[in-house]
């Protein structure tokens, strides 16, 4: 059963916009959060990261909002850019334990110039 | 930079092969992990090590076993492949501790015919 969904398959937003990509859990044990970003024929690389005793994270373009009552994280772009577009997954793990981590499905952004 | 590096990037078996997938990491992480990627599904876990000889089932262990004699070198075995195993193969490693980020390689395709 998935523990970490991401509804949305994909998403356009023209450049310069916010791009919003959202992410669902399941499990309330989860107490860190994950996005990384793939393109095609490469690995998926770290983005930016979030730990439950936090609601924002901000990183440059890039921020991701925790609401654990809702059991949901979204990361936001801003401004997009043509170089986003890729793959992004959400992920979900346990501060404490072997460093696991339990993905969503992803959401595929194109930023249309 | 982290290096993660797998020793093929696509590779076609016969069903009932005997499959090994190599991966290499160079930087001192105690653990290793390997997942699949398939359309919809996402990344799912296969198994992983946080330690020389030791290992950890992940999710989806049936028809996997995996190998550590090294701590720079996981290696996934199919041990006799079946076409339900074609699939994008990500080896992936990181620091022990809940905080630290995967780092992956560039992915092995797997096609077994």
């Known amino acids: 059963d998935q523990q970490v969904k991401q509804n949305s398959p994909s998403l356009s937003v023209q450049e310069g916009r916010i791009s919003i990509l959202n992410c669902d859990y399941t499990?309330?044990?989860?107490?860190?959060f994950l996005w990384y970003k793939k393109y095609p024929a490469e690995g998926p690389t770290f983005l930016i990261s979030?730990?439950?005793?936090?609601d924002k994270n901000e990183d440059g373009r890039f921020t991701v909002f925790l609401n654990k009552s809702a059991k949901h994280l979204s990361l936001h772009i801003v401004p997009s850019q043509p170089g986003d577009s890729a793959v992004y997954f959400c992920?979900?793990?346990?501060?404490?334990?072997?460093?696991?981590?339990?993905f969503g499905t992803g959401t595929r952004l194109t930023v249309i110039p | 930079d982290v290096k993660v590096t797998q020793s093929s990037r696509y590779l076609v078996k016969r069903t009932g092969e005997k499959v090994f997938l190599e991966c290499v990491q160079d930087?001192?992480?105690?653990?290793m992990f390997w997942y699949r990627q398939d359309p919809g599904l996402g990344l799912r876990l296969i198994y992983f090590?946080?330690?020389?000889?030791?290992?950890e089932k992940g999710d989806i262990p049936e028809g996997y076993s995996v190998s550590r004699e090294k701590k720079e070198r996981f290696s996934l075995i199919l041990e006799s492949a079946s076409t339900n195993q074609t699939s994008m193969y990500l080896c992936?490693?990181?620091?022990?501790?809940?905080?630290?980020?995967?780092?992956f390689g560039n992915g092995t395709r797997l096609t077994v015919t």
């Open positions: 992936a490693s990181s620091f022990s501790g809940g905080n630290s980020p995967l780092h």
């Open positions: 499990n309330s044990m989860f107490d860190y």
């Open positions: 992920a979900a793990s346990y501060l404490t334990g072997a460093n696991n981590l339990f």
């Open positions: 090590s946080y330690d020389v000889k030791m290992k």
């Open positions: 979030i730990s439950s005793i936090k």
């Open positions: 930087m001192d992480h105690e653990n």
